[in-house]
Structure formats: structure tokens, C-alpha cells
């Protein structure tokens, strides 16, 4: 705790001495700096003050029926930021947890190991991220966006199904990037790091045309990870639990975006290739076939019309296909022969249409948003063979269609008040029909105070891989799932102590109904998902954001949360009672030398086994010094400063109860914009 505490004090000294360095030249001003955010004027709009995807249209944080954040590219900058689940892993109410293969969302205290992110529904641009297959909210690598490019991230939470159906369950995160003459100009980054991680990346953005702007951005990293240590494996036939490189990582991106009035069009690809180091579902430990790869493409199509001074409409087409294969390797036994090396080689591809068409109407003092969507597959195939020699354990192709209609009324009730009212109708092939609701009064006592009651419901329709997926020899399918669903009730108060500090106070209840989970079947041992139980989740949060001087910005919250199975009131795992965090970010425009501050404090979680990861403290820290050299910047990263030792329950696929996080990394990025 000691060396805790004086780490934090030699980091906050050092922020506040580099508050202080001044310019050294007109040049040494960082290129395209943001906006000084220095108050929290209601009257004016910022990029963090401004919320676009909580109603569907853009409105001021505080008067949006939800509790929200909203972090923008100075912060993701300022921080060096690499993946969506670095940003969430630094806000109010979200932990994050890594089984060396992906990233998983914690929200407001669930997290269920083994699942693929299915509770939180992502957005890039307006296009819905979650894929076809698993219904994963991609927050590591293998999300399509690069963080580079992207100009806000808006964090939503709360049950968002009335507006985006499905998945949209615990939160909506939506991502913004630059249209092409925000950014406004080229720049080339290269990075290189601890595990001899080697990266780069390259953006352009510029007009075109008469008033069209475009964005072409491609980056591409790989990571050569640490020998990583299991003691359960722990044995000279199993290399005494080492596995060596075992963290091997390599992903590339490409995005494009087209804008001109009244039209967008999106393309993005990524592919992400990751050695499992974990020996997972029974697999050959140690060896280094063993691998998973996703791949996605995603094409997007929008555009959006005036019909009258109080009335627009607005439609979307998009097309996904997405890829995700996995080799494990393991040892087959045949009696009187020695043990012979076998390969399942798994393979799920999805590809569907999706689209929306949307009206928004203003009469009197309401304002009407109504729409309809809907999402058609052509395929949504998963495959599992034997290599050598071949074996075919499962070849299905499953529909996953469905369809929406939904309405939304933001009925002003006077100066001080809002009552929002929305209901919304799907049809689903899989399981059939579901009606959502969702109702929301915010008021503003005075001009400092926002007071909010908010009550939702949100539905999580059954996957494919959770309907269908079978080897034969570890998990075996459940089509007979049903949809779990979500209510929520949420008391929010927003308070304005000065023009430069803002807290918030925030009471949530969630009763989640049909529970979906993965369990081992104790008839035959296998893996399968079930409709196991109903469960809750309530806590209170605290939040303080404050703008102490220009530029200079810290964020500090407290959650206190728990969740627990409703009949057996066992608490769940991987479920974190406390989180602790603390943001402090140095001046960035006009400075020559900024630093940035994150401290995230996460107490202990329960595990499948009956016991427990133990609470730790991570510390990273950040640097950016721009040179006299025009447009060079130079950024040092320090990710788990103080070499935290800690770890994150493992799932019902791994041997493991507890899988050990990364120790300290070192990141150097130096940036040229011209």
C-alpha cells in the first residue's frame, strides 16, 4: 500500500509539473489539438457534452434518458488508448477481464465467464458491430475501428433495446470517427514496445468533390507476447507450465469513410490472428498450432433527408460478413499405440443484411422518432472437423432472421421536465415474438441540477453458437433456448458545483429473467448453454468530473455494486462489489510536454471453483512531448506501472480457475502529421 501511495504522488507531481512547461515555439503545438473543453456551459455544445446515440438524435448529456459518458480523442490520445477495452476498462460501473484469447465487458457487476460479450451492443458510425454468429461486441483487436481515428466514443448505459433491439442489454457503445475534413490532413505513427510488440498505422483525411470529405485509415501491429507460466500444468510431459510465446498476436485494419450532406458510406476490414495460450477446452499444452483468427468486413450505407422544417427521415443499408477459425490441436490415444496428434479445426462464418429506416417529427411539444429494422442472414454456418484423418463433427447452417418496428416520444412537460415513452415490437425466427417498453423523466430543478427516473426492459435473443454448436466431444447444443431479458429501474442526479466541476449520483436496479449460461452438464460432462436461473444486480455510483484548469481534466468514480443467482442468492461470478478510478489529464494544446494519470481499483471476484481473484490496483501512466520539429510527436506509455500481479476467473472451457494478467509494459509511439 505504501509503495502504492507513493507511486501516485511522484505521478501526480510529475503531471503537475508538466502542466506547467510551456511552449516552447509556435511549432511545438501539437497539429489538429482539440478543443479546449474548460466549463460545462449548458448552453453550448461540445464534443463531450454531446450524446447522439441514447435517443437517436444528438442532445445535450444531461438531457438524455440515460446515464451516459462520452470520451472523446483528446482523452483516448492522452492516455494512448489502443483498444475499446482499455477505454472501458478507465469508466464508471465497467471492468474488464482477458483469458489471453479476447477482452470481456463487465457492467455494473456481471460478467459471466465464457461469454462472448453479448449483453452490450456496439455501434461504429451507426452500423451495429455485434456479428451474426456469437453476437460478440468486439473490444479488443479484432473490433473493425481503430481507435485512431476514431473522434468520440459514447457510452450508454442502461437497457437500449427499444431503439436497437436485440443485445442492447446492460449498455449501447457508439463510436464516432472523423469525417475526412476533421481530420484534415495526413499522419504516420509507429510504435514499438515490450513482448517486441512492432506497430504502425497511417490515416489520411481530406474533400473531395463539392462538399464530400473522405477518410482512407490502415494500421497493423504484432506482438510476440511473454513464455507465460500456469501452475496447473505444472509438469515435466506439459514443459513444467510453460508456454512459450504464448501470447502471439498480429491484426490489421483498413477503414474508409465517405461523407457529403445528406449521405455516408462506411467499408472496414480487420483481421486479428491470436495463439491461445491457455491450453483450452482440453488442447495440447505448449503447443504453438494452437490458434484462433477472426475476420470482418462491414459495408455501410446511410443517408438522411429534410422533408420539412420539423420532420426527416433517415435510412441505412448494410452488409457484414464475418470469419472466425480456431485449430486445436490435441492428442488422440489408441490402445497398444503411442499417443498420435489430432487437429479440430472450427470454423463459423456468418453474412447478413441489415438495414433501418427511420422518421423523426416534431409536433408542438413532442418529438416523435418511429421506425423499422431488420436483419436477414445468408449463411450462419459453423463447421468443426479432424484433420488427418479428416472427420467431420459438425456442418449446420442456422437462420438468423428477424425484424422491428419501434416508436419514441420526447413530450416536453414545460421548461424543466422531459418524459420519454418508447415501445418496440420484434419478430424473431428463432423463438418468435418479443414487445419492449421503456419511460424516462428528466427534470432540471435549476439550472445546475438535472434529476432523472428512468425504467427500461431490453431482450438478449439466443445466438447460434449458443443454439447450435456440438463436437461431439466437449459441448453440445441446445436449440430449445429462450431469450433472457433485462428490467431495469435508475435513479440519476447530475449536479453542477461550479462551471468547472460536475458530479453525478447514480441508483440502479437490474432483474435479469432466463438467465443464459454455460454450464457442465453432470450426466455426461459436456459444456452446454441453459436457461439456468434468474439473477439481479443493483448498486450506486458516484462521479466526478472536473475541469480544473485549461485543459487540465481529472475523472474520479466510485461504484458499489452486487449481483447475485435471485433463488439461491449466491453471488455471481467475476462480479467486482467495488470499483475505484481516477483519470488526470495535463494540458494538451499549446503544451510542449502533457502527461496523463489513470489509476482502476477493482476488488475481488468470485470464481466457477468457489473461490476467489484477488482485489488489485493497476497504475498507467502516460507522456507526450511534441518536438521543435513541426508535426513530431513523441509518446511514452506505461501500462501497469507498479507491476500489479493479478488475474481474472477463468471460464468452463479452461483448466484454469484463474488466468494471470499482463505485468508492466513499456510503449514508445513517435507521430508525424503534416
Known amino acids: 500500500m505504501l509503495r502504492f501511495r507513493q507511486a501516485c504522488l511522484t505521478c501526480v507531481v510529475a503531471l503537475a509539473v508538466s502542466a506547467g512547461v510551456p511552449a516552447s515555439a509556435q511549432e511545438a503545438t501539437p497539429d489538429g489539438a482539440g478543443t479546449d473543453y474548460t466549463t460545462f456551459n ?12 441514447a435517443a437517436s438524435y444528438d442532445q445535450k448529456i444531461t438531457d438524455a434518458p440515460a446515464s451516459v459518458t462520452v470520451i472523446t480523442a483528446d482523452e483516448i490520445q492522452a492516455h494512448g488508448y489502443r483498444t475499446l477495452a482499455d477505454v472501458l476498462a478507465s469508466v464508471r460501473g465497467f471492468n474488464i477481464s482477458y483469458d489471453r484469447s479476447y477482452d470481456y465487458v463487465g457492467v455494473r457487476g456481471f460478467s459471466r465467464p465464457g461469454d462472448y460479450n453479448t449483453r452490450v451492443l456496439l455501434l461504429h458510425d451507426g452500423h451495429p458491430g455485434n456479428d451474426i454468429v456469437y453476437g460478440t461486441a468486439a473490444a479488443g483487436p479484432e473490433m473493425t475501428v481503430d481507435l485512431a481515428i476514431v473522434k468520440r466514443i459514447e457510452i450508454i448505459r442502461g437497457p437500449g433495446s427499444v431503439l436497437y433491439g436485440a443485445g442492447a442489454f446492460f449498455a449501447v457503445i457508439n463510436l464516432v470517427t472523423y469525417d475526412g475534413d476533421e481530420l484534415g490532413d495526413a499522419e504516420v505513427t509507429a510504435e514499438y514496445g515490450s513482448r517486441q510488440r512492432l506497430g504502425g498505422q497511417a490515416a489520411w483525411g481530406g474533400t473531395v468533390g463539392s462538399g464530400g470529405s473522405l477518410l482512407l485509415a490502415g494500421s497493423a501491429f504484432r506482438d510476440e507476447g511473454d513464455d507465460l507460466y500456469w501452475p496447473e500444468y505444472d509438469d515435466p510431459a506439459t514443459n513444467n507450465g510453460v ?35 491457455t491450453g483450452d477446452w482440453g488442447m495440447i499444452f505448449n503447443d504453438t498450432g494452437a490458434v484462433v483468427s477472426d475476420e470482418r468486413v462491414a459495408l455501410d450505407l446511410s443517408g438522411d433527408r429534410r422533408l420539412s422544417a420539423d420532420a426527416s427521415l433517415r435510412g441505412r ?26 487437429v479440430q479445426h472450427d470454423e463459423a462464418h456468418g453474412i447478413w443484411w441489415s438495414g433501418e429506416l427511420q422518421a423523426s417529427l416534431r409536433r408542438g411539444s413532442h418529438r416523435f422518432v418511429a421506425g423499422a429494422d431488420f436483419r436477414r442472414s445468408t449463411t450462419a454456418r459453423q463447421t468443426s472437423v479432424v484433420v488427418d484423418p479428416f472427420e467431420s463433427l459438425l456442418d449446420i447452417d442456422g437462420t438468423m432472421d428477424n425484424a422491428g418496428v419501434y416508436v419514441q416520444d420526447e413530450w416536453t412537460l414545460g421548461q424543466p421536465a422531459s418524459l420519454y415513452l418508447g415501445l418496440r415490437g420484434d419478430s424473431y425466427r428463432s423463438f418468435g415474438g418479443n414487445l419492449t417498453p421503456r419511460c424516462g423523466l428528466v427534470t432540471r430543478p435549476d439550472r445546475r441540477t438535472t434529476a432523472k ?20 466431444i466437449s459441448q453440445k447444443p441446445n436449440p430449445g433456448l429462450e431469450p433472457e431479458c433485462v428490467r431495469t429501474w435508475e435513479a440519476v442526479i447530475e449536479r453542477e458545483l461550479s462551471d468547472r466541476l460536475r458530479v453525478g449520483v447514480c441508483l440502479y436496479d437490474n432483474r ?52 447475485e443467482e435471485e433463488s439461491s442468492e449466491t453471488p455471481l461470478t467475476n462480479a467486482p462489489a467495488r470499483l475505484v478510478k481516477l483519470n488526470l489529464t495535463t494540458p494538451r494544446q499549446g503544451a ?15 470464481t466457477l471453483a468457489g473461490a476467489w481473484a484477488p482485489a488489485y490496483t493497476v497504475v498507467n501512466l502516460d507522456a507526450t512531448w511534441w518536438t521543435p520539429v513541426r508535426g513530431l510527436q513523441f509518446d511514452l506509455a506505461i501500462d501497469n506501472a507498479l507491476d500489479e500481479r493479478y488475474a481474472d476467473p477463468g471460464a468452463a472451457h479452461q483448466v484454469q480457475d484463474v488466468l494471470a494478467r499482463e505485468g508492466r509494459r513499456l510503449t514508445g509511439r513517435l507521430g508525424w502529421h503534416w
Not at 427516473?453 to 461431439?472: K, M, Q, T, V
Not at 510536454?593 to 475481488?604: F, P, T, Y
Open 243 to 277: 508456454f512459450e510465446n504464448g501470447d502471439r498476436e498480429v491484426a490489421r485494419h483498413a477503414y474508409a469513410k465517405y461523407v457529403r450532406p445528406g449521405l455516408q458510406a462506411t467499408a472496414g476490414w480487420v483481421r486479428r490472428d491470436k495463439r491461445i495460450p
Open 512 to 563: 435479469i429473467t432466463g438467465l443464459v449460461d454455460q454450464i457442465v452438464d453432470p450426466d455426461d460432462g459436456m459444456i452446454v448453454f441453459r436457461n439456468v436461473a434468474d439473477a439481479y444486480t443493483r448498486g450506486v455510483e458516484i462521479d466526478v468530473d472536473a475541469r480544473l484548469m485549461p485543459g487540465l481534466r481529472g475523472r474520479f468514480s466510485l461504484s458499489a455494486q452486487r449481483g
Open 42 to 53: 449548458l448552453d453550448e455544445l461540445t464534443g463531450m457534452d454531446v450524446v447522439y446515440g
Open 317 to 342: 443499408l448494410s452488409y457484414d460478413d464475418y470469419t472466425c477459425r480456431g485449430d486445436y490441436p490435441y492428442d488422440v490415444a489408441e490402445e497398444g499405440q503411442p499417443l498420435q496428434r489430432a
Open 592 to 606: 510542449a510536454l502533457a502527461g496523463a494519470l489513470e489509476v482502476q481499483h477493482v476488488s475481488r471476484r468470485g
Open 453 to 472: 427516473i428512468l425504467y427500461g426492459e431490453a431482450f438478449r435473443a439466443p445466438n447460434a453458437y449458443e443454439l447450435f454448436y456440438s463436437d461431439g
